[in-house]
Nanobody
Framework: VQLQASGGGLVQAGGSLRLSCAAS????????MEWYRQAPGEQRELVAS???????NYADSVKGRFTISRDNISRRVYLQLNSVQPEDTAAYYC?????????WGRGTLVTVSS
């Protein structure tokens, strides 16, 4: 299983960004996919998750601003970041627990300037 995240960058506060994670080596359709983030000096935290049935859940800190989605044809999961704030600055990671094993993608860095 490989997860490749992309789409990070520098964005001004109030702006938007879309992260993408491409999955390979797995039956993507059946997997719950998740986005985590880790800010400097902080623990990694769950941001959003989406099940195989496309049920989505969000951390309270991002509800109403971020949207997780998935495309089972292209085997990608997305995280749309809107109305970003400086506290959203972090490395964002794509994750799945697939067949009882944990898989992490490399982080993609999001930096929000005030």
């Amino acid at each position: 299983v490989q997860l490749q995240a992309s789409g990070g960058g520098l964005v001004q506060a109030g702006g938007s960004l879309r992260l993408s994670c491409a999955a390979s080596g797995m039956n993507f359709r059946i997997a719950t996919m998740e986005w985590y983030r880790q800010a400097p000096g902080e623990q990694r935290e769950l941001v959003a998750s989406i099940t195989s049935d496309k049920d989505a859940n969000y951390a309270d800190s991002v509800k109403g601003r971020f949207t997780i989605s998935r495309d089972n044809i292209s085997r990608r999961v997305y995280l749309q970041l809107n109305s970003v704030q400086p506290e959203d600055t972090a490395a964002y990671y794509c994750y799945t627990n697939y067949r009882s094993r944990q898989f992490w993608g490399r982080g993609t860095l999001v930096t929000v300037s005030s």
